[in-house]
């Protein structure tokens, strides 16, 4: 396996986008938002889709598309005016629809655009890869440096406004973050299936702890494992990695949900 | 004791598109007072403690701060037990009041920590520092509020409907604790609440606040007459005391006359005069003073 180029680089960016969508997906449902990864993965499908039809390159229209979905649906979220599942589901419908019109104006046949949708192990090349490494780098930079105030700000958003916390702009630079990195992530895993990638390692470790960084390193540990062995199985069985790391994902969040319901059940026993 | 003023509003006004919050106010808050907000829901009573925060901008007048940073005013907002479901422990949430005296970037530290710890001590929580936040109850997590306001070593502290849903001892307490807290570190408190109570017994200032402007600034003891109550809270409405001390506004309307003879009352009108604890009649219908939800809910 380690023989083969293509899958070296692919491992490299699955451990890349297993750290970023894992510590990103950590805010992420600790703010109860997990829907709107859906939405900013699908707007990037017109960018995508653009970038395709322009022939300029792939990761710069999708993530204009992804950071005006992402800043686009928080900015309307916080005029209080359309709930956050309604603008979300506009921008979603608004990226699929522009990504289906720009492929049916492209002239010949477009069969890389599967990758796009559900990943893909070949999809990674060394440019894709420095890319994924230093949005990576960044994104890990800034959520590091800031994790107190994303903590606060998560917890109580007017509490933190209060105390003189900048709220606002963190709010903006989190959207921000995540619509980049999942443009980032979308070769690896795809755009129907990122989504999956970011929740779950924080919604699978939420089952074992009440403690923020259990739950942080938890997320760490089970989305590197999601995404190395989906790759592996990917390889192994000639599948789509995305499909293969999201199951890989569900299969380990379900047993938790049972075995945390197992071990609630004996505490209640006890008390 | 009161010094020189910590916040001056100047003709402050809110608007909200076509709703008025503040009218013109006009209000000192001086360094050391314990003032009480009161009045009717949708009085202001909240709108003016988010100005004084700097999370509303007023559409007219001006806030000025005298010696008093941001980071300088703790707050307890309404219902400000958090979310009970959030990953945290009680330190957790004490310690989040350090962080706007750290600034971005940097970490809390040891001292940080121990402040937090102390902060817990003092009201009362010493013994839950590590335990998870749904693990207590609704009135340890108030606590652990206030804990986490004072961690930041506030000058001013406001609390914004601290007490609502709380049972009449947990509020006795509550206020206790705050009054004790204030002397101890020196605060600035005010409360705006409708928890009528908690003014003559808690603060030395009541400011009453209705349709978003100032109806009266004064000491308890001059707030307790009828005009001013009619002005407040309406005409048809009356107070509720327990002893001699006001619980809450009721407003008076038919209800089917129940026998109550034998039993003693512990409410009295202003309008009628009576003071003492009087054996209960059955009430003309008319006259029957029922509980109003408008003066219970939030502002």
């Known amino acids: 396996m380690f023989e083969s180029a293509f899958m070296v680089r ?23 938002m997990s829907f709107i990864g859906v939405g900013i993965a699908h707007a990037a499908f017109g960018g995508v889709a653009l970038g395709q039809l322009l022939g300029v390159p ?111 702009f963190l709010f903006y630079l989190l959207l921000g973050m995540l619509s980049v990195g999942i443009v980032v992530s979308i070769k ?17 470790a939420r089952q074992w702890s009440r403690r923020y960084g259990v739950i942080l390193a938890l997320s760490l540990i089970l989305g590197l494992a999601y995404t190395v062995g989906g790759l592996m199985l990917s390889y192994w069985l000639d599948i789509p990695s995305g499909a293969a790391i999201v199951i890989l994902g569900v299969l380990v969040f379900l047993l938790s949900i049972v075995f945390s319901s197992m071990r609630a059940g004996r505490l209640a026993k006890r008390t | ?42 009085g202001g009573k909240t709108t003016l403690l988010k100005v004084i ?40 949430v004490a310690l989040m009041g350090r962080y706007p005296l750290l600034g971005l970037i940097r970490r809390p530290g040891r001292r940080d920590r121990q ?22 109850s609704g009135g340890q997590r108030q606590r652990v509020a206030i804990a986490r306001a004072l961690a930041g070593e506030p000058k001013l502290l406001l609390l914004d409907e601290p007490t609502s849903g709380a049972d009449v001892e947990a509020k006795d307490n509550f206020y206790s604790l705050i009054r004790d807290l204030q002397k101890e570190l020196g605060l600035s408190v005010i409360i705006a609440s409708h928890e009528l109570a908690v003014v003559p017994r808690f603060t030395d200032d009541v400011a009453c606040m209705v349709d978003g402007g100032l109806h009266l600034h004064a000491c308890p003891a001059d707030v307790w007459d009828e005009e001013h109550f009619q002005r407040i809270y309406g005409s048809q409405m009356e107070a509720v005391f327990h002893g001699k001390v006001p619980h ?19 409410s009295r009108s202003i309008r009628s005069g009576r003071k003492e604890i009087t054996p209960a009649t059955p009430t003309p219908p008319s006259q029957h003073p029922s509980e109003s939800d408008s003066t219970e809910g939030k502002d």
Not at chain 1, 15 to 27: Q, Y
Not at chain 2, 62 to 88: A, C, M, T, W
Not at chain 2, 248 to 266: A, D, E, Q
């Open chain 2, 53 to 92: 925060l700097g999370l509303i901008k007023p559409s007219a007048g001006k806030v000025s701060y005298h010696n008093l940073r941001r980071s300088e005013i703790g707050y307890v907002p309404q219902e400000s037990g958090g979310d009970s479901s959030f990953p945290v422990s009680a330190l957790d």
């Open chain 2, 248 to 266: 809450r506004m009721v407003s008076p309307h038919p209800v089917t006359p129940v026998p109550l003879r034998g039993i003693p009352t512990i």
């Open chain 1, 188 to 204: 690896i895993v795809g755009i129907v299936l990122v989504s999956a990638l970011l929740v779950l390692p924080a919604a699978t």
């Open chain 2, 115 to 136: 402040i937090a710890r102390d902060m817990l001590e003092k009201v009362g929580l010493g013994g839950h520092v590590r335990r998870h936040l749904g693990a207590l």
């Open chain 2, 1 to 42: 004791m009161k010094g020189k003023p910590l916040v001056s509003l100047e003709n402050v006004a809110v608007h909200y598109e076509d709703v008025t919050a503040l009218t013109a106010l006009n209000l000192d808050i001086p360094a050391g007072c314990s003032m009480a907000v009161i009045g009717p829901n949708g």
């Open chain 1, 58 to 168: 792939v990761f710069a229209s999708a993530a204009v598309f992804s950071l005006a979905a992402g800043l686009g649906i928080g900015a309307v979220t916080r005029r209080g005016k359309i709930k956050e599942d309604t603008a979300i589901g506009i921008f979603f419908a608004a990226g699929m629809a522009l990504g289906v019109l720009f492929l049916a104006l492209k002239p010949g046949y477009t069969a890389d655009i599967m990758s796009y949708l559900f990943g893909s192990i070949l999809a990674v090349s060394a440019a894709d890869l420095w890319i994924i490494g230093i949005v990576a780098l960044v994104i890990l930079t800034l959520l590091t440096l800031f994790f107190k105030e994303f903590l606060a700000t998560s917890f109580d958003a007017e509490l933190a406004r209060a105390s003189g916390i900048p709220e606002t």
């Open chain 1, 10 to 32: 692919a491992l490299i960016a699955g451990v890349f986008v297993s750290i970023l969508l894992s510590m990103l997906g950590f805010f992420v449902v600790l703010r109860k």
